[in-house]
């Protein structure tokens, strides 16, 4: 199983200020990585899938990058509707897994 | 649009099964792939299986041996058991649409999600 760990757990910004997110790997999951974004209260929302590529309708404030273990989402000049947790999924591997997730919350 | 809705009952006796159904709206569930995916309160996703066929199903090792998925065309629904439950099941529990792109595996539409509680 491919064990996805995000960091930090908790990420404090002000808004109009940029966001770092970060998702690792236990091993390899090529270019099968996908961010999630979650409101309380909702279902999570796609993002970005393989890696880098928004999914319809996503601003592009919202940015991914990354490769193999190592993978980044970046939201620029943060809107107050950014704020909410955020996860990784891999789908290289069965089972399908997701990162523990990162909770942005305004500075 | 498409929308899924899931339902079944919202408190479950230890030992017992869990019984959920996601019935789709706005496109037929055939050509696609079926996921459910729980959220203990507070805490990460966890994906519990996926289904095409009914004899196509992939499921999460840690949940193979208490569950069973099925689909009906008929009805457009997708369903889950998971017998055997425990408090460590409570959740809230999603079901998903697979994206339609070949050897993609993330999810394009969600239920609203479905709480269920393992408490006697």
């Known amino acids: 199983e491919r064990v996805m760990t995000q960091s930090p757990d908790t990420l404090s910004v002000s808004p109009g200020e940029r966001a770092t997110l970060s998702c690792r790997a236990s091993?390899?999951?090529?270019?099968?990585l996908a961010w999630y974004q979650q409101k309380p209260g909702q279902a999570p929302r796609l993002l970005i899938y393989s890696v880098s590529t928004r999914a319809t309708g996503i601003p592009a404030r919202f940015s991914g990058s990354g490769s193999g273990t190592e993978f980044t989402l970046s939201i620029s000049s943060l809107q107050s509707e950014d704020f909410a947790i955020y996860y990784c999924q891999q789908y290289d591997n069965w089972p399908l897994t997701f990162g523990q997730g990162t909770r942005l919350e305004i500075k | 649009q498409v929308q899924l809705q899931e339902s079944g009952p919202g408190l479950v006796k230890p030992s017992e099964t869990l019984s959920l159904t996601c019935t789709v709206s706005g496109d037929s569930i055939s050509p696609y792939y079926w996921s459910w995916i729980r959220q203990p309160a507070g805490k990460g996703l966890e994906w519990i299986g996926r289904?095409?066929?009914?004899?196509?199903?992939i499921y999460n090792p840690s949940l193979k041996s208490r569950l069973t998925m099925s689909k009906d065309m008929s009805k457009n629904q997708i369903s889950m058991k998971l017998s055997s439950v425990t408090a460590a099941d409570t959740a809230v529990y999603y079901c998903a649409r697979e994206t339609p792109v070949p050897g993609q595996r993330w999810f394009d539409y969600w239920g609203q999600g479905t709480l269920v509680t393992v408490s006697s």
């Open positions: 091993q390899s999951v090529s270019s099968g």
């Open positions: 289904i095409y066929l009914p004899d196509d199903t």
